[in-house]
């Protein structure tokens, strides 16, 4: 008697844990729709995990994760920086020395951490639909660099939020 009240019990505890797992899944897949979480992985922006509201277009100093463009260090991963440029803004580069809109927002770094030679980009008027996406980190990997120049907004998957 005692070993089928226990069998049931058990039984009850499982269906309603498989019941509350299966409900977690399709509700995380739904809102994968609308959300995403990803882990910065990289020292150039604060903080490691953040939420992405997908589809919400940035706006100038926000945070926001994005594709970058195909290049040789980068594979299959979101870059989360922030939007320092948008369309319209001039960014004007001095040798290594880079300006927007006549403020001073950094160097881009003639080699790598590995010792590959970096190309910097060009700089330029910030065209239509686009981003230049930046941060103050000294090896960012960012629109000072001609692999990643600026960022198309088919490219851009979202706002991001620090969450940790």
């Known amino acids: 008697m005692k070993n089928k009240l226990a069998l049931r019990l058990y039984v009850r505890k499982l269906l309603i844990l498989t019941v509350i797992v299966v409900c977690l899944r399709g509700t995380i897949s739904f809102l994968s729709l609308w959300y995403d979480i990803r882990y910065q ?3 150039s922006v604060p903080g490691v995990l953040y939420l992405i509201v997908k589809n919400k277009m940035p706006k100038k100093g926000d945070l926001a994760a994005f594709w970058p463009p195909p290049n040789k260090y ?4 979101c870059f989360i920086k922030y939007v320092k440029g948008i369309a319209g803004d001039y960014v004007k580069r001095d040798g290594e020395r880079f300006y927007l809109n006549g403020e ?3 160097e881009a770094k ?13 700089g330029g008027l910030i065209a239509k639909g686009h981003y230049f996406m930046w941060t103050s980190h000294k090896d960012s990997y960012d629109g ?3 692999e990643i120049g600026q960022i198309p907004s088919d490219r851009i998957i979202g706002t991001a939020y620090r969450l940790l």
């Open 74 to 77: 980068y594979h299959h991963t």
């Open 41 to 43: 992985f990289t020292d």
């Open 104 to 106: 001073y927002i950094g």
């Open 144 to 146: 000072r660099y001609k």
């Open 110 to 122: 003639k080699y790598s951490r590995n010792g590959d030679h970096l190309v910097p980009s060009n």
